[in-house]
């Protein structure tokens, strides 16, 4: 690593695949309250096998779930979690349409799982397990659940894709 997990050896589709995030549980239980620590760790361990957007979600996941460990308020951990990737990042822009689709439907996560489809599914972004789609579905689940826990994991698993690690993160 950083090599070994490169769009350049391995391609973008390859290298952006769901795996970095599903393993940043533990960065976050080894630095509780300290978010950028989390997202470093979260982003060397997972340059071992990915890169690009991948290691962004991961980023942004570990620093959530650290930051967990002190604050409670959904929107100031992801608003946290955000502000320590590139803000140029596909993950950051989907996030942000992410918040505005929510803003919109506050009520019907329904339309906000047929939004992020629509410009962030499966059709753009290839491989069998993309980080892009998986992402934005535990965003949207945390912010429909609105800190009801079994809610979000109910909107997470009917939403689909990658079922086990979206829930699990």
Known sequence: APLSGSIDLNGKVVAEQIGAQIFIDGWAMV???????????????????????????????????????????????????MELIPHDSVIYRMIGDIRNWHAATPDDWRKTREKIAAHYGYDKYGGNCHMVPNHGLIIHALLHGGGDFQRSLMIVNTCGWDTDCNSGN
Not at 42 to 52: I, L, N, Q
Request: net charge negative; charged share 20%; hydrophobic share 50%.
């Open 31 to 81: 630095a509780p309250g300290d978010p950028a620590l989390a997202a470093d760790l979260a982003r060397r361990a997972g340059s071992v096998s990915h890169d690009g957007e991948a290691i962004y979600g991961a980023q942004v996941l570990a620093a959530m779930d650290a930051l967990a460990f002190v604050e409670h308020d959904i929107d100031t951990l992801i608003d946290t979690g």
